[in-house]
């Protein structure tokens, strides 16, 4: 089967980093996807590690390991308005996207 | 706003009714996706077409639900015989698939259906 599994809540200061993990479990999967969700509004399309290693985007980084199945995604400096759910989602060959049930950041002042 | 477009963005029906949402994608996008969601989860797959092709259909999907992509431009998604548990938000996606690594999907607002 294919799974993704990352932490329902976090909680951070304005200004702090925090760090999102996600194991998953799956044969197939080429690489690691994350996006963000607000309340109310569309997924968008943070990044991608089709490689090991590191990707950064300004104040986000992802990181994914897959000989530990295993990724994560680093918010720097973070603001208010980064409150919102994080999605680690698994891209097959097929470009078939399985996502994980995601993290609810919250950004305390 | 993303430019991809669903329509309607609400629907409340009663059970039993069918429905039919649409999906306009990114003009020049040849990948397209629909998604489930409900509160508190990730976007669960649907199906997914390359250009009107449509490529692969999840297993959780019972034979009610059945999308169409005409000439490869907008998708159809039909639920027929509607139950209380298919209440939730579907979502549509699109992408442009170049090459290997072209795995960003740019969303859709949604369309909320609400079963009574």
């Known amino acids: 089967g294919q799974s993704l599994e990352q932490p329902s809540e976090v909680t951070a200061v304005e200004g702090a980093i925090v760090q999102i993990n996600c194991t998953y479990q799956t044969s197939g999967f080429y690489g690691l996807s994350w996006y963000q969700q607000h309340d109310g509004g569309a997924p968008t399309f943070l990044s991608y590690n089709g490689l090991d290693g590191l990707e950064e985007t300004g104040r986000f980084s992802s990181f994914l390991s897959r000989s530990d199945s295993y990724g994560y995604l680093l918010l720097q400096e973070l603001q208010m308005k980064d409150s919102a759910s994080y999605f680690c989602a698994g891209n097959t060959g097929g470009f078939k996207t399985i996502f994980g049930a995601g993290t609810r950041l919250f950004v305390k002042a | ?116």
């Open chain 2, 1 to 116: 706003d993303t430019g991809v477009s669903q329509d309607p963005r609400h629907k409340i029906t009663k059970r039993g009714q069918n429905v039919t949402f649409r999906c306009d994608p990114i003009s020049e996008h040849n990948r397209l996706y629909w998604y489930r969601q409900t509160l508190g989860q990730g976007p669960e797959f649907l199906t997914y077409f390359q250009n009107e092709a449509q490529l692969e259909k999840s297993r959780l999907l019972s034979d009610r639900f059945s999308a169409e992509r005409p000439k490869g431009s907008f998708s159809t998604l039909e639920i027929q015989r509607t139950e209380q548990g298919d209440s939730a938000m579907y979502l549509c996606a699109s992408s442009l698939v170049r090459s290997t690594t072209d795995y960003e999907q740019y969303f859709g607002p949604g369309t909320r259906l609400t079963v009574t």
